[in-house]
C-alpha cells in the first residue's frame, strides 16, 4: 500500500498553496445536511470541494451516489484518503485504451490516486526545508544489494558518515535484507525499520570493501537541496557544470544553495550543463521557476515559459466554496491571467542542458523540463518519468489540507499532457534510455548516467564503455525491472511525487 500522511512523497509539478484559514469548520453537504460526526463533515467537504475545484470534477457522480460518509480506514486521515482515492478513479485519460485507464491511475497501487491526497501538513513542512528524519534513502541496485541512495548535508546520515553508493549490509543486525517482493518478509522489515521507528543501525560496506557500523537518530534538520554541484573537465578548453537539485523546497530555502552553484559554474565558464533531477518528486513551482531562469538563455527573457489551465468552473469564476474563504478576484482562474514569461536570472548563457530522470522524477522536475523544451537543446538521461503535468492548490479542510489537481500546464509551445512520463531518447523528448547507477557517488565520473553526459559533450554519442556498465552493475543478485525499481523506489522515499504548489491565495 502507498504511504501516506507522515511520510508523503513530493513530486510537485505545481500546486497552489494555501495558508491555513480561519474558515476551516467543514462545509455541508448541498441537501443541507448537518448531521453526523466531525469525520462525517470533513469527508462531505472533502467530496463537495472535488466536486467544485478538481480538474475533472466532471466525471463524478453524485453525492448521493458516491456516499462519501461510507468510506473507512484505521485512522481518519487513511478513511479520508480512501475517499480520495475513490473520488480520483473515474475520469478517464482518453490517450488510453486496453482497457482505458483513469488519469489518475497508478499501475503500481491501482485503485489507488497517482496524484490526490490529503495529509496534516506535513507537506507544507517539508516545502519549508525542514525535514525530521535520518537523513538518507536507500534503493537496491539489484535483488541483493542495497544501497544508500542519497544523502543530505547535514543531517543524521551524513554526519555519521554514510555516502551515496555504500551497501547496506545490515539493518538492525539483520542481514537478511534481500528484496522477495512487495509483500516479502524481507522487504517489508526493511521498510518497518526504515520508517517506523526514530533510530536505526546500519553496517554499511564501502567501495574499498572495509565496513563499519553506525546508529542514527531521526533528527530536525534544514534540507540543503542541492546534494553535489561541481565543474568536470571536459578537455580542449571545454567544462561541465554539475548539480545534483533533489528538492524543490520553497525559493526562500532552495535559491541561496542555487545560486552558489550556478555562480560557480559562471565562474567557470562552463559549455555544458547538467541537472540531476533522478530523484526530486517536486515541490514548489515558484523554484521550478527560478531554475528554468537560472538555465534558459538570454534571448528568452520576457517570453512565455508556461500556462495554467484550470477547470470551467474556475475559469468562470464559479468557486461560492473557495470563495467563502479566499480573497479571489474575478478572472483570477483565467488561462490570460495564468501565465508565466522567463526573467533570466544569473549569468549563465548555454544552448544544451542534459537532465538526468528516472521514475521518481516528477511535477515540479518535469515542469521544469517542460518550460525548457522549446527555449534551447535539452536532453534526457535516464528511464521514463514520473508522469504529472498537472498541478494543485492546497485546500484546508478543519486539520487537513486537501490536494487534488487543479489545473494542468503548457509550456510555450503548448506542449504538456505527458500523463505516461517523459521518456528519454523518444521523438519527444531526446537524449538515451538507460538504468540508474546507484553504485557510484553523485558527481563521479564513472556512474553511468553521468558519463553519457560527458560522452556526449566530448564524443556527440551517449555510447560508454562496457567497462562502466559493468561496475554499475555491482554485487550479485537479480536485475530489477523498470516497473519494480519504480514501486521500490515509492516504497523506500520519503516524497509522494504528488505536489506541485504554485500560488497564494489571501484569507477573507
Not at 389 to 410: C, D, H, M, N, R
Not at 438 to 444: E, M, S
Amino acid at each position: 500500500m502507498k504511504k501516506y500522511g507522515t511520510y508523503l512523497t513530493i513530486s510537485l509539478l505545481f500546486v497552489v498553496f494555501f495558508t491555513a484559514c480561519k474558515k476551516d469548520n467543514p462545509t455541508t453537504t448541498s441537501a443541507g445536511t448537518t448531521t453526523g460526526t466531525a469525520l462525517d463533515h470533513i469527508k462531505d467537504s472533502v467530496y463537495l470541494f472535488t466536486q467544485e475545484d478538481y480538474l475533472w470534477y466532471d466525471a463524478l457522480p453524485t453525492y448521493d451516489v458516491f456516499k462519501p460518509r461510507g468510506f473507512t480506514g484505521t485512522t481518519d486521515v487513511l478513511a479520508l484518503q480512501s475517499e480520495v482515492d475513490a473520488l480520483s478513479q473515474y475520469k478517464i485519460n482518453p490517450a488510453t485504451s486496453n482497457p482505458p485507464r483513469p488519469y489518475e491511475y497508478d499501475p503500481n497501487y491501482p485503485g489507488e490516486a497517482k496524484y490526490s491526497f490529503i495529509d496534516g501538513g506535513e507537506v507544507a513542512t517539508s516545502l519549508g526545508g525542514t525535514n525530521k528524519d535520518f537523513g538518507f534513502s536507500p534503493a537496491y541496485n539489484t535483488s541483493s544489494d542495497l544501497r544508500v541512495e542519497y544523502v543530505y548535508p547535514g543531517s543524521p546520515a551524513d554526519q555519521a558518515g554514510l555516502v551515496r553508493g555504500y551497501q547496506i549490509i545490515k539493518i538492525n543486525k539483520n542481514s537478511s535484507l534481500s528484496y522477495d517482493g512487495t509483500n516479502g518478509t524481507n522487504y517489508n522489515f526493511v521498510i518497518n525499520a526504515y520508517y517506523n521507528s526514530s533510530t536505526i543501525s546500519l553496517t554499511l560496506q564501502k567501495p574499498d570493501n572495509t565496513t563499519f557500523d553506525v546508529t542514527l537518530n531521526a533528527a530536525n534538520y534544514t534540507v540543503n537541496p542541492v546534494l553535489k554541484s561541481k565543474v568536470i573537465d571536459l578537455g580542449n578548453g571545454n567544462k561541465m557544470g554539475y548539480v545534483v537539485f533533489n528538492s524543490f523546497t520553497d525559493p526562500t530555502n532552495a535559491k541561496a544553495y542555487l545560486d552558489a552553484a550556478f555562480t560557480s559554474f559562471t565562474a567557470a565558464g562552463i559549455t555544458d550543463l547538467v541537472v540531476d533531477l533522478r530523484y526530486n518528486g517536486g515541490g514548489s513551482v515558484s523554484t521550478a521557476e527560478y531554475l528554468s531562469d537560472l538555465i534558459v538563455p538570454y534571448a528568452k527573457t520576457n517570453t512565455l515559459m508556461y500556462t495554467s489551465y484550470f477547470n470551467d468552473k474556475l475559469q468562470n469564476d464559479n468557486y461560492p466554496l473557495l470563495a467563502e474563504k479566499y480573497q479571489i478576484n474575478k478572472g483570477d482562474f483565467k488561462p490570460s491571467n495564468n501565465q508565466v514569461n522567463f526573467t533570466k536570472a544569473g549569468s549563465l548563457n548555454i544552448n544544451r542542458v542534459f537532465f538526468i530522470v528516472t521514475g521518481s522524477t516528477a511535477s515540479a522536475s518535469e515542469l521544469t523540463i517542460n518550460n525548457l523544451i522549446p527555449e534551447l537543446n535539452v536532453q534526457l538521461i535516464g528511464t521514463t518519468t514520473y508522469g504529472k503535468p498537472v498541478g494543485f492548490f492546497a485546500i484546508p479542510i478543519g486539520s487537513y489540507q486537501l490536494y487534488t489537481p487543479e489545473f494542468e500546464t503548457k509550456n510555450s509551445a503548448s506542449q504538456g499532457g505527458y500523463y505516461a512520463g517523459m521518456t528519454p531518447g523518444s521523438a519527444t523528448y531526446p537524449g538515451v534510455q538507460a538504468s540508474d547507477d546507484v553504485t557510484h557517488d553523485f558527481g563521479d565520473t564513472n556512474e553511468a548516467l553521468l558519463a553519457r553526459a560527458i560522452s556526449y559533450a566530448t564524443k556527440g554519442t551517449y555510447t560508454i564503455s562496457s567497462a562502466l556498465t559493468t561496475l554499475s552493475t555491482g554485487k550479485s543478485g537479480s536485475q530489477l525491472s523498470e516497473d519494480q525499481i519504480n514501486r521500490i523506489s515509492h516504497d523506500l522515499s520519503k516524497r509522494d511525487v504528488n505536489v506541485m504548489i504554485s500560488k497564494k491565495l489571501k484569507n477573507k
